[in-house]
């Protein structure tokens, strides 16, 4: 599977983003699907997880009631709604996805990733 993910932008703190990750190839939901970020000199981290079918999510406590991952298996996509912004939010956001069941948290989990897209949060 090939991932493009998108959405990305500068915003001010408070503000909201919504990124898109978009699969190619068959089978989308099958795929466990994740978000990830990664901040200038820092090392990658889990952001949330969507099970195959949506009905099953979890997410980083760092974003927790702010952030909500979601999926439309039709369209091939998932999707990160971003609210209340802070300046620490501040990173390139990837997609991930991997075959099988239940939720994954780390990056070592993840078999396909999307090219990222950058998240910049002004205070």
């Known amino acids: 599977v090939q991932l493009q993910a998108s959405g990305g932008g500068l915003v001010q703190a408070g503000g909201s983003l919504r990124l898109s990750c978009a699969a190619s190839?068959?089978?989308?939901?099958?795929?466990?699907m994740g978000w990830f970020r990664q901040a200038p000199g820092k090392e990658r981290k889990f952001v949330a997880v969507i099970s195959r079918s949506g009905s099953s999510t979890a997410d980083a406590d760092s974003v927790k009631g702010r952030f909500t991952i979601s999926r439309d298996n039709a369209k091939n996509t998932i999707y990160l709604q971003m609210n209340s912004l802070k300046p620490e939010d501040t990173a390139v956001y990837y997609c991930?996805?991997?075959?099988?069941?239940?939720?994954?948290?780390?990056?070592?989990?993840?078999?396909?990733w999307g090219q990222g897209t950058q998240v910049t949060v002004s205070s």
């Open positions: 190839g068959r089978a989308f939901s099958s795929y466990v």
């Open positions: 991930a996805a991997r075959q099988g069941g239940g939720l994954y948290y780390t990056v070592g989990d993840y078999d396909y």
